[in-house]
C-alpha cells in the first residue's frame, strides 16, 4: 500500500461530469487529481459515445450566441431557432418524469444549463447548431423542434477530447487505469480514495473528493437485481466500465440512495450489436426513426404507440418496451415514403435490415417472426389510417390510427410504397436512473439526511433528477451543470 500526496480535490470518473468537476476545482483549488478506471485509448465513459447533444434553455439565438459565438451571420439566417425557455425545459422534466423529479435539482439544471454551456465554451470546449439531428430543412430554412439546438463539435469524442485538453492545459493530473476502490473515511468525513493502479493498492489523500463514476448499467448482475429480470438481456450502449462503483463506495461510506433505481434510460438498439458500445460506431446503433414507421414483434403484432410524441420524449422509454417482448426484439417498418426521412443511422453498414418489393415478400423475411400475422398485422393498421389528415413531421399532425388495440397518435404512413424495409432491434440500455442523493451544492446527502463532509457527486450516479423517461440531451447537460457546481463546491470545502 502506498500513501500519496495529498490532493485538495480527486474527481473519481473521467466523462463529461468529472471533467467539468475538475475544471470548476482548478478554478480555485491548486492540487486536482482525475482518476479514471479506463485506459486512455478507450477513457471517457459514456459521454464518448454521445452525439454531443446538449438540451439548454434559450430565448432565442442570442442567447445560443452565448454558447456559439461562431454562428455566422447567414447561418443564423438559414435558421429558425424558435425559442426553448427554462418555462418549457421545467415542463418537459416535469411532463417525462411523472412529475418525479426532484423540484430543486432540476431547477439547478434548467436554470444553469445556458451559461454552464457558456462556461464550457469559456475553457476551450466549441459547440455548434445541431442541424443534422435536429432540424427539419423547410423550404431551404433550417427549424428547430424538441429543445435540443446545441452539440459539441466533433460529438462525444470532440467533447471528451476538448475537456482533456482543457484539464491539461489547466494543470489537473490525470491518471489512466486507475480504479477507485473504496473511500477513506476519519470520523465519518471522507479524506481520499482508495485506487487500483498497476494492479497495486494506493491511498490517494484528498480534502475533498468528487464522485463521478458513471451509473450500474455496465454490471448485469446490478441490472438484473434493480432493474428486473431480464435487464441482464440488454446490450449496453455505452462504456464497459460504469458498473456502479462510486455508488457503492457511498453507499458504504453512509450515503443515501435517491431516485428511480428500477428505472433506466433504454433505447432501440440494432438487435446484433455486441455487448458493450464500439467506439468505432459510437451511438450509430441506435434506431430512433420510428415514429414515421411501425413496430412488429415476434408474434407479429404491434404493441406500442410509435406516434405518442416527438422521438425526444419517447426514445429513452421504449427500450423496456422492446425488452419485454417475445424474444427481446422488434422490428421497425417503413415504405419508400419515409425512406428520405430516416436517419443516418439507417445507413451503417451494422444493420440487421430486410428489403421487399411487396408487403408478402418483406414479411417472408422477418426471421424468428409470426410472418402471416406481421402481414395481416400491417394491412390492418393500413387500414385504420386517417388518411384525410396531412402528414407533417414538424408537429404533431394528429394524422393518427382509429380502432386498433394499439393505435398510433401521430405521424401514421400508411406503408404501401415499395420498396419496404424492415430493420431489427433490441434493448440498448444507456444509463441506470437510481444513485446517491445530493443536495444543490452537489454535497452527497447521507442516510441521517446530512451532506457527508468532503464527498462530493455529479452526473449519472445522481439519483433523483430522472425518472421513467428523459428528455434528449439533458444527461450532458445534467453532468456539466453538477459537475461544475460539485467542483466548485469541493475547492472550497463546502460542508467539511
Ligand atoms: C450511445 C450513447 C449516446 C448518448 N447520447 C447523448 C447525447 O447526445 N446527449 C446527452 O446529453 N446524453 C447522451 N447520452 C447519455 C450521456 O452519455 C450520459 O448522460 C453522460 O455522458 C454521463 O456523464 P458522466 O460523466 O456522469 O458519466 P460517464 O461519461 O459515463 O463517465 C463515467 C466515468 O467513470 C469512470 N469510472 C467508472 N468506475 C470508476 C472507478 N471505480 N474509478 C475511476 N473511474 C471510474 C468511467 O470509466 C467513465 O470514464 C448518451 C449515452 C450513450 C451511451
Known amino acids: 500500500m502506498t500513501v500519496h500526496d495529498t490532493y485538495d480535490v480527486v474527481i473519481v470518473g473521467g466523462g463529461n461530469a468529472a471533467f467539468c468537476a475538475a475544471l470548476s476545482a ?119 423542434w424538441g429543445g435540443l439546438a446545441v452539440e459539441a463539435v466533433g460529438g462525444g469524442p470532440g467533447l471528451v477530447e476538448g475537456l482533456t485538453n482543457a ?27 482508495k485506487v487500483r493502479k498497476n494492479n497495486k493498492t494506493l491511498e490517494v489523500r484528498a480534502k475533498a473528493v468528487v464522485l463521478a463514476a458513471g451509473g450500474f448499467q455496465a454490471d448485469p448482475e446490478w441490472r438484473t437485481r434493480y ?19 462510486g455508488i457503492r463506495m457511498a453507499l458504504e461510506a453512509g450515503a443515501a440512495a435517491a431516485g428511480n433505481w428500477s428505472g433506466c434510460h433504454a433505447v432501440a438498439w440494432e438487435r446484433n450489436a455486441p455487448e458493450f458500445g464500439d467506439l468505432a460506431v459510437g451511438d450509430q446503433f441506435q434506431k430512433h426513426s420510428y415514429p414515421w414507421g411501425i413496430y412488429i414483434n415476434a408474434e407479429g403484432r404491434r404493441f406500442v404507440d410509435e406516434g405518442a410524441d416527438f422521438r425526444n420524449y419517447t426514445y429513452a422509454k421504449y427500450g423496456r ?93 400508411t406503408i404501401d410504397t415499395p420498396p419496404f424495409e424492415a430493420y431489427a432491434v433490441t434493448c440498448g440500455i444507456t444509463f441506470s436512473f437510481g444513485g446517491l442523493k445530493i443536495n444543490t451544492d452537489a454535497q452527497v446527502i447521507s442516510t441521517d439526511g446530512e451532506p457527508i463532509p468532503g464527498l462530493y457527486a455529479a452526473g449519472e450516479l445522481v439519483g433523483g433528477i430522472f425518472w421513467f423517461n428523459y428528455p434528449g440531451g439533458s444527461g450532458l447537460t445534467n453532468g456539466a451543470v453538477f459537475g461544475r457546481i460539485a467542483g ?3 475547492a472550497r470545502g463546502h460542508g467539511s
Open 321 to 413: 418496451v422492446i425488452l419485454q417482448q417475445p424474444g427481446q426484439f422488434a422490428w421497425q417498418i417503413f415504405d419508400a415514403k419515409v425512406k428520405a426521412q430516416l436517419r443516418d443511422e439507417y445507413k451503417i453498414k451494422q444493420v440487421t435490415k430486410r428489403v421487399g418489393h411487396t408487403l408478402e415478400e418483406l414479411c417472408s423475411k422477418l426471421e424468428d417472426t409470426d410472418q402471416a400475422q406481421a402481414l395481416r398485422e400491417i394491412q390492418d393498421y393500413n387500414l385504420a389510417v386517417h388518411t384525410e389528415v396531412p402528414f407533417n413531421p414538424n408537429v404533431k399532425d394528429g394524422r393518427c390510427t382509429r380502432n386498433l388495440k394499439v393505435n398510433k397518435s401521430n405521424w401514421a404512413n
Open 26 to 144: 482548478a478554478e480555485s483549488a491548486k492540487k486536482v487529481l482525475v482518476l479514471e478506471r479506463a485506459p486512455e485509448e478507450v477513457a471517457g465513459g459514456n459521454s464518448r459515445f454521445t452525439a454531443g447533444l446538449m438540451r439548454v434553455a434559450y430565448r432565442g439565438v442570442e442567447d445560443l450566441k452565448r454558447a456559439m459565438p461562431d454562428l455566422s451571420t447567414d447561418e443564423v439566417a438559414r435558421s429558425d431557432f424558435g425559442t426553448y425557455t427554462e418555462e418549457q425545459f421545467l415542463d418537459d422534466m416535469g411532463r417525462v418524469t411523472e412529475y418525479r423529479c426532484d423540484p430543486d435539482l432540476t431547477e439547478v439544471l434548467v436554470k444553469q444549463s445556458l451559461s454552464t454551456v457558456e462556461w464550457m465554451r469559456k475553457k476551450g470546449i466549441r459547440f455548434t447548431a445541431a442541424w443534422g439531428r435536429q432540424a427539419f430543412n423547410i423550404g431551404g430554412k433550417f427549424k428547430f
Open 167 to 193: 484539464a491539461k492545459k489547466n494543470g489537473i493530473e490525470i491518471w489512466y487505469q486507475s480504479r477507485a476502490l473504496g473511500l477513506m473515511l476519519e470520523d465519518f468525513s471522507v479524506k481520499g480514495v
Open 488 to 490: 466548485a463546491s469541493a
Open 227 to 245: 432493474l428486473g429480470p431480464g435487464w441482464e438481456l440488454a446490450k449496453v450502449r455505452g462504456t464497459r466500465f460504469n458498473t456502479g462503483d
